[in-house]
């Protein structure tokens, strides 16, 4: 069974600065993906980026970029230029590469916190 | 706004009680799964369905049961509630096919309250 551990519960941040959230995870899997999602106040699961573990090269979306790790089974993101709207929790989350889908497994979270 | 809805956004009810929590994937999606989210068990799979066929069950309680229909939304049932069984119920979807394209997108999910 896959298991993913974050291990920060709680994070700050000043704005303006960048802040990396860590995410390690245990599979025996070649083919899969990795994700991470932002749940804010309102408690909306929002996509922030995915990663499929066959490519080499960290994905970016604008200001969010991650660090794969493959041999290491890590899975850091990096928020650059922190923002207010930034704040929320962040979850990372694994799942297997499957024809039809596959569920997504959790990490616990790590609660961001943007000061101003 | 992902796409997916799910109705009720609210909904509080008796120990004892069933509801029916019901989801619409996005269009052209055909994998929706479902997931509770309480404050000590974390974000939970509970199953998934794929094109109206259950493809996969997590840890879903036997008093609980879910469905997709011909037009590919879903109903989780709820029945003999507890009051560990508030929590926030979200579906996601994604389109699975073998498209390529595997990540899911949440709905805004439901937050039910056992009285």
């Known amino acids: 069974a896959q298991t993913v551990t974050q291990s920060q519960p709680e994070m700050s941040v000043q704005e303006a600065e960048t802040v990396t959230l860590s995410c390690t995870y245990d599979t025996s899997e070649n083919n899969y993906y990795l994700f991470w999602y932002k749940q804010p106040p309102s408690r909306q699961m929002i996509l922030v980026i995915r990663q499929e573990a066959y490519k080499q090269q960290n994905a970016t979306e604008n200001r969010f970029s991650v660090n794969f790790q493959k041999a290491a089974k890590s899975f850091s993101l990096k928020i650059s230029d922190s923002q207010l709207g930034d704040t929320a929790m962040y979850f990372c989350?694994?799942?297997?590469?499957?024809?039809?889908?596959?569920?997504?497994?959790f990490g616990t979270g790590t609660r961001l916190a943007v000061r101003p | 706004d992902s796409g997916v809805t799910q109705t009720p956004k609210h909904l509080i009810t008796a120990t004892g009680q069933r509801v029916t929590l019901r989801c619409s994937p996005r269009s052209g999606d055909l994998s929706v799964y479902w997931y509770q989210q309480s404050l000590d068990q974390g974000l939970q799979f509970l199953i998934h369905?794929?094109?109206?066929?259950?493809?996969a069950k997590g840890n879903i309680l036997e008093r609980f049961s879910a469905q997709q229909f011909p037009d590919l939304h879903s109903e989780l049932n709820l029945s003999s509630l507890e009051l560990g069984d508030s929590a926030l119920y979200f579906c996601a979807s994604s389109p699975g096919g073998g498209t390529g394209a595997y990540e899911q997108y949440f709905g805004p999910g439901t937050r039910l309250t056992v009285t």
């Open positions: 369905y794929y094109n109206g066929e259950e493809r």
């Open positions: 989350a694994f799942s297997e590469k499957k024809s039809s889908g596959d569920k997504l497994t």
